[in-house]
């Protein structure tokens, strides 16, 4: 059984992880930004963000619930949404 230390040393390399995958995110939403800026298309999607959320939800198994990951999902996307703007 891992120590508290040991446990709290992983949740800062899993944090660490967490961040740059959410960057990479970002950049891709803003390249999807500049593209539809050239193609005059709106920068809120409904529909995709839906799929995204069905998506991330059953992608889920655990131990955070379908409710937290939407949650959670749903500010991811929201702050992306932005940098397309």
Request: net charge negative; with cysteine; aromatic share 2%.
């Given at each position: ?20 995958l959410?960057?990479?995110?970002a ?42 990951v ?16």
């Open positions: 059984m891992m120590t508290i230390s040991e446990l709290r040393s992983r949740i800062d390399v899993l944090d660490e992880l967490i961040v740059y959410l960057n990479q995110r950049a891709a939403a803003r390249q999807i930004g500049r593209l539809k800026k050239q193609e005059r298309l709106e920068v809120q999607d409904a529909g995709r963000e839906a799929d995204v959320l069905a998506h991330v939800v059953e992608q889920n198994q655990g131990p955070l619930t379908a409710e937290q939407a949650i959670i999902f749903q500010h991811i996307i929201t702050g992306c949404r932005d940098l397309q703007r």
